[in-house]
């Protein structure tokens, strides 16, 4: 059974920072950040790919949030700074299976940024 286990989640005041990470039991292609606030719906934050390390983000929080990967742990980081308000929702894990191709979810861990 595949598993994502994410860690990292809180809560922080504005302009603060986080770091969630997320360990797979896989290896994986491509590992990803969603994120989804109350009556919104679910969206991309960041990605990054394995091979390469080639990664994507969300226009919203470019500049902000740095996605970062260890190949030998199968874990994916997502660095968060100048915290907002508007960045509160369940962030969740994905992952693209290396030779499967299948996608996997996260159990998703809540960040609430909040003064």
């Known amino acids: 059974q595949v598993q994502l286990v994410e860690s990292g989640g809180g809560l922080v005041q504005p302009g603060g920072s986080l770091r969630l990470s997320c360990a797979a039991s896989i290896f994986t292609f491509r590992m990803s950040w969603y994120r989804q606030a109350p009556g919104k719906e679910r969206e991309l934050v960041a990605g990054i790919t394995t091979a390469y390390r080639r990664t994507n983000y969300a226009d919203s929080v470019k500049g902000r949030f740095t996605i970062s990967r260890d190949n030998a742990k199968n874990t994916v980081y997502l660095q968060m700074n100048s915290l907002k308000p508007e960045d509160t929702a369940v962030y969740f894990c994905?992952?693209?299976?290396?030779?499967?191709?299948?996608?996997?979810w996260g159990q998703g861990t809540q960040v609430t940024v909040s003064s």
């Open positions: 994905n992952a693209v299976g290396a030779s499967s191709r299948n996608t996997y």
